[in-house]
C-alpha cells in the first residue's frame, strides 16, 4: 500500500527538472518496500513512466535522487538526512512517528485502520519543490 501512495506522490510534486526524467525513489531501511516499489516499476515501465529505485544506506550519496524513504531503526540519523535532502530538494517520506516534528515532508500513519499521509506543510519552501494543491487537500495536515 505505501508503495502505491509513493509512486502516486510523484505525479503531484514538481521539482526543478524536466518532467520526462526518470524519478529516483531511495528507500533506506525498508527491504520489503523496495521490493514493492521494484515490481510497481517495472509494471509501470510500458506506461510510458520511468522510476528507478534504489536502494541506501544511511551514508549514501543523495544526488540524483528525487524522493527518499526512511525506513524502522532511521531515527538516530534524521536530522542529519534531512538536512542533506533538503538541500537537494528531495522528497522524504517515512511511516514513523514524529518524522515531520524532525522536518520531514511526508509523514504516514494509520487511522481506523486506513493508511493515510501527513504534510509538512511549513517546510515546503525549505525543500524546493511545489506540491500540488489536491496533494494538499488529501493529506490529513
Not at 520489503?32 to 515490481?39: A, N
Request: hydrophobic letters at 40%.
Amino acid at each position: 500500500m505505501r508503495a502505491n501512495y509513493l509512486i502516486r506522490f510523484v505525479d503531484f510534486v514538481r521539482w526543478g527538472r524536466p518532467m520526462n526524467e526518470p524519478t529516483t525513489i531511495a528507500v533506506l531501511n525498508a527491504p520489503s518496500l523496495y521490493r514493492e516499489l521494484l515490481s510497481i516499476a517495472e509494471a509501470k515501465r510500458s506506461s510510458n513512466r520511468e522510476f528507478r529505485i534504489i536502494e541506501i544506506q544511511a551514508t549514501a550519496d543523495l544526488k540524483g535522487v528525487d524522493l527518499v524513504f526512511f525506513g524502522t531503526g532511521t531515527q538516530t540519523r534524521w536530522n542529519e538526512l534531512i538536512d542533506r535532502a533538503q538541500l537537494e530538494s528531495i522528497v522524504t517520506v517515512s511511516d514513523q512517528t514524529g518524522f515531520m516534528d524532525a522536518g520531514g515532508l511526508i509523514e504516514f500513519s494509520i487511522h481506523k485502520n486506513r493508511l493515510r499521509f501527513s504534510l509538512n506543510l511549513e517546510s515546503t519552501e525549505t525543500y524546493g519543490v511545489d506540491l500540488s494543491s489536491k496533494l494538499i487537500q488529501l493529506s490529513a495536515r
